[in-house]
C-alpha cells in the first residue's frame, strides 16, 4: 500500500534552469495539493489539483511557477527561471475524493536547492 | 482568509511529563483540524485530527481538544518520550472555492523530550 511518492529527492539547479517536481497520490486519492516549507518554518500552501483541474492557485506565484495533474500520471510542478529563493523543500500530499475526507497525507518531499 | 498562531515555538520537558502545544485559528468556518508531527529531514505525519462537532479526541498518549466559541485547539502529549522529539505543527482548512479546503499551517513548535 504505496504511500504519496514524489521525485526527485533532491534536485540541485542553477539560477534560470527549470525545476520539475513530481507527486503520485496515494491509491485512491484525486486531490493533490502542493506545499512549499522555507528552514525553520511551517509549511505554506500553493496548490490544490484534482485531475485535469486546478481547484485553487491561490498561494502560487503568478510567475514562473505552474502545476498539473493530467488524466494520466503524476502531478507535476514547474518552476521556470529559478531563483536562489525558491530553494526549499516542496511537499505534495493527497486526499481521498468525496466530501467530509478532508485528511491529508504527505509525500517525502523533494529539497530543490538552486545555486 | 485562514490564519493560525501556535505557541510556544520551543518546548522542553523532561522525560514523562506531558507536553501542551496550543493554537487559535481566525476563520469561523474552518471545520478540520489535524496535526502533523515532522522529524528532521522528513515528511509531515498526520498524528490525530479533529473535527469541529466534536470537543475531543484521544488517541493512547495523544490527545486533541477543540474549542469552537474561542477558536482555539490543543494538543497534549501525556508520558512524554524521546521519540516524541520533532517539530509538531497545526493547521486548520481553509475554504477557497471547491469541495475540500487546503491547510493553513502553524509556524510549528520545537519540542524537546530530555532523557
Known amino acids: 500500500n504505496a504511500g504519496v511518492m514524489q521525485n526527485p529527492r533532491h534536485l540541485v539547479r542553477r539560477r534560470g534552469q527549470e525545476a520539475r517536481l513530481r507527486c503520485s497520490p496515494m491509491?485512491?486519492?484525486?486531490?493533490v495539493y502542493w506545499y512549499r516549507q522555507l528552514p525553520e518554518e511551517g509549511l505554506k500552501f500553493m496548490v490544490y489539483?484534482?485531475?485535469?483541474?486546478?481547484?485553487?492557485e491561490s498561494g502560487m506565484p503568478k510567475e514562473r511557477f505552474s502545476a498539473e495533474f493530467p488524466k494520466e500520471g503524476p502531478s507535476i510542478l514547474r518552476i521556470q527561471q529559478v531563483v536562489r529563493g525558491d530553494s526549499a523543500a516542496y511537499f505534495c500530499?493527497?486526499?481521498?475524493?468525496?466530501?467530509?475526507?478532508?485528511?491529508?497525507?504527505f509525500g517525502p518531499g523533494t529539497r530543490l536547492t538552486v545555486t | 482568509g485562514e490564519n493560525v498562531e501556535q505557541h510556544p515555538s520551543t518546548l522542553s520537558v523532561q522525560e514523562g511529563d506531558s507536553a501542551v502545544i496550543k493554537c487559535t485559528y481566525s476563520?469561523?468556518?474552518?471545520?478540520?483540524f489535524p496535526w502533523y508531527k515532522q522529524e528532521l529531514g522528513k515528511r509531515p505525519q498526520l498524528i490525530i485530527d479533529?473535527?469541529?462537532?466534536?470537543g475531543e479526541k484521544k488517541d493512547q498518549r495523544i490527545a486533541v481538544t477543540l474549542n469552537k466559541t474561542a477558536k482555539h485547539f490543543s494538543l497534549h502529549i501525556t508520558e512524554t518520550q524521546p521519540e516524541d522529539s520533532a517539530v509538531y505543527f497545526c493547521?486548520?482548512?481553509?475554504?477557497?472555492?471547491?469541495?475540500?479546503?487546503?491547510?493553513?499551517f502553524g509556524k510549528g513548535t520545537k519540542l524537546s523530550v530530555k532523557p
Open positions: 500530499a493527497s486526499s481521498p475524493r468525496g466530501q467530509g475526507s478532508y485528511e491529508q497525507y
Open positions: 491509491k485512491g486519492h484525486s486531490h
Open positions: 489539483l484534482q485531475k485535469e483541474n486546478i481547484i485553487d
Open positions: 476563520d469561523s468556518a474552518s471545520n478540520y
Open positions: 479533529i473535527r469541529s462537532n466534536v
Open positions: 493547521a486548520a482548512n481553509n475554504f477557497n472555492g471547491g469541495s475540500q479546503g487546503n491547510l493553513i
